[in-house]
């Protein structure tokens, strides 16, 4: 490929990498977003580059995580019950405090017993995503296919898998279908907790930095202090920071459930919300190794990126064609896409205050996220071309190609199993 056409590509990505960065203008126009790793799946751009003269899509390689759920522990709930019970019981609550009060008692009633279930949004959104797939990818897909797809055991990754499967087979009841969620896959569907992480000299101080930015973030905001008659008396027994938490993961789960037609927002105000997303953004960004200076973390879902090397190379040796489903959660999406390198993964930096204007997990992980391979072959060619898509938009990888967004199986397989082998994964007995 010339030297002008790398130039160009290397432009390409630059734009990607641009057009990843985060404003306070797009939060302030798209609150939503604010929710951060419980944002709405995103509808893609519909841009899909046709393949090059010849190559037909023969097999598809998926991960992604269970569609919008319900907070996974009533905690949330609980604390600010408990902490709004007893302003009211004091005669400390005011009129805003008791508005409030109502409006979560009802979230609260609605969520007992629901800790972690999928939502109604959340199978619609797996059964969306999965008829974009069929669409995309008619060719393929209204062949009488092999579907092999398989879950962690959590329910509502299981029934993100069973909507997703059910929408495939409404659009083609020649599938053959397979679903299965065992113990024996989640050392590779889940991050694999068995590999000993090399020691990090900084990891210990980056949490300690982001200790401080979270208490920074979520504060006691005026919003907070006019639900009560008397601020004063009430941060007596009510922890500011757990308070602001917990007000935050409520409001953003009122993203993921839409028929409630709750919100709490109002508590934190617009700036809340957007520093309540920042905390969250740096969070995750720490915990799965994604910051300059951090534990590699992401390093357990290598046995993730093996799976779909070694299937991805079955499959091609066979001649045949199929679909191969993986269901699992944003833990995984998260240090999936920055091990492949998909530049809305990588970038991060370690100053947490504008940490969000260049990577943001709600372009990553919102709910329903995934990661798609679509492999392509010619008639009488060995060559394998695979395209990557980032919640079913193109996306690019670090290595070189003559024909992006397409790439040479070739050279992909050969990167990634270099980067296995180099990284000397080391497992606990």
């Not at 068995?194 to 208490?215: A, G, N, Q």
């Not at 999936?336 to 991060?348: H, K, R, S, Y």
Request: proline share 5%.
């Amino acid at each position: 490929m010339s030297k002008l056409r790398f130039a160009l590509l290397g432009l390409l990505l630059f734009g990607w990498v641009a057009s990843a960065q985060t404003s306070r203008e797009e939060l302030l126009s798209h609150m939503e977003l604010t929710a951060g790793n419980y944002a709405n799946y995103p509808v893609p751009t519909g841009h899909l580059t046709p393949a090059p003269a010849g190559y037909e899509p023969f097999y598809i390689s998926h991960y992604g995580r269970h569609g919008a759920r319900y907070m996974t522990s009533d905690k949330h709930y609980k604390r600010l019950c408990e902490a709004l019970d007893s302003a009211q019981a004091l005669g400390i609550l005011s009129e805003y405090g008791k508005e409030v009060r109502n409006r979560l008692i009802l979230a609260a009633a609605d969520a007992k017993g629901r800790a972690g279930s999928l939502t109604t949004l959340g199978g619609r959104q797996h059964k969306a995503i999965a008829k974009r797939m069929y669409d995309n990818y008619r060719p393929l897909m209204s062949q009488p296919l092999t579907v092999y797809a398989n879950a962690s055991t959590s329910r509502r990754v299981i029934r993100s898998m069973e909507n997703f499967c059910a929408e495939l087979k409404d659009l083609n009841p020649d599938f053959s279908i397979t679903m299965e969620a065992k113990e024996e896959d989640l050392y590779y569907i889940k991050a694999n907790k068995s590999i000993v992480l090399p020691e990090c000299p900084t990891d210990d101080d980056l949490y300690h930095k982001l200790k401080k930015f979270r208490k920074k973030m979520m504060t006691w905001s005026p919003q907070m202090e006019s639900l009560f008659t008397d601020p004063g008396r009430a941060k007596e027994f009510i922890d500011p920071y757990t308070f602001a938490d917990d007000f935050f993961n409520v409001a953003a789960d009122m993203y993921c459930l839409p028929e409630l037609n709750l919100s709490f927002n109002d508590v934190f105000g617009e700036e809340g919300m957007i520093n309540g997303f920042r905390s969250y953004n740096a969070a995750w960004c720490l915990w799965e190794g994604l910051m300059p200076g951090a534990k590699q973390s992401y390093l357990r879902v290598y046995p993730l990126l093996q799976n779909f090397l070694d299937e991805a190379d079955a499959m091609i040796a066979s001649g045949g064609q199929g679909l191969r489903l993986r269901f699992g959660h944003d833990s995984v999406v998260l240090p999936f896409a920055f091990v492949l390198g998909f530049p809305e993964a990588v970038g991060a930096t370690d100053d947490m205050e504008i940490l969000h204007e260049r990577f943001s997990i709600f372009r990553l992980i919102p709910m329903g996220a995934n990661i798609q391979l679509i492999f392509f072959r010619k008639a009488k060619s060995k060559d394998i071309l695979v395209k990557f898509l980032m919640n079913e938009n193109e996306t690019a990888i670090p290595i070189k190609t003559d024909c992006y967004p397409y790439y040479h199986w070739r050279d992909v397989e050969s990167y990634y199993r270099k980067m296995i082998k180099d990284a000397h994964l080391v497992y606990e007995e």
